[in-house]
């Protein structure tokens, strides 16, 4: 499979291009720095450019958004825009958001909801643009999966997971 990475020199980029690697996944990785060492396809860009994000497309059957919201710039939502007119044709679009961002089905425990409500109070301008971002997501016709995880962290995985 041809994986597009989007971040792919963050920490959560860099960590998702090694296990796609891992997995023999042809991975096309983007990023604003060239990543050292890395032997596959790079694309020096940023993906709210058109033209950046067009190239690195080329040919890909899945695309990984590993971006960080700073609350300021938007990168976030305005990158999945981008996508969304590029029209990914059938490709599947994958993004890391978090857990405080809110789904309508959620069922979210006392300590989730406390959690969600901290991270909201902290941080509310970087999860208000992810909840945007999966607000629109919500109403496009991208085939996307927007994983929640509560928490990531610079160490090695504690129990296993698969990446298909």
């Known amino acids: 499979m041809k994986v ?16 796609a690697q891992k997995l023999g996944h042809e991975v096309v990785a983007m990023a604003r720095r060239p990543i050292d060492g890395f032997d596959g396809k790079m694309v020096v860009g940023t993906p709210t450019s058109r033209d950046d994000l067009v190239s690195a497309l080329d040919g890909v ?37 978090g857990a405080a961002v809110n789904v309508e089905a959620d069922q979210k425990g006392f300590m989730d909801h406390f959690a969600s409500s901290m991270t909201r109070l902290f941080a509310g301008k970087m999860v208000a643009e992810r909840q945007a971002e999966l607000d629109f997501l919500q109403k496009s016709h991208l085939n996307y999966t927007f994983l929640r995880p509560p928490q990531l962290v610079d160490k090695p995985a504690r129990e296993a997971f698969a990446f298909t």
């Open 61 to 97: 059957d899945t695309v990984i958004g590993c971006l960080a919201s700073n609350g300021v710039d938007q990168i976030c939502l305005q990158t999945t825009k981008l996508l969304h007119d590029c029209a990914l044709n059938g490709s599947r679009y994958v993004l890391i958001g």
């Open 4 to 19: 597009l990475i989007i971040g792919a020199n963050g920490r959560t980029g860099r960590l998702v291009v090694e296990e």
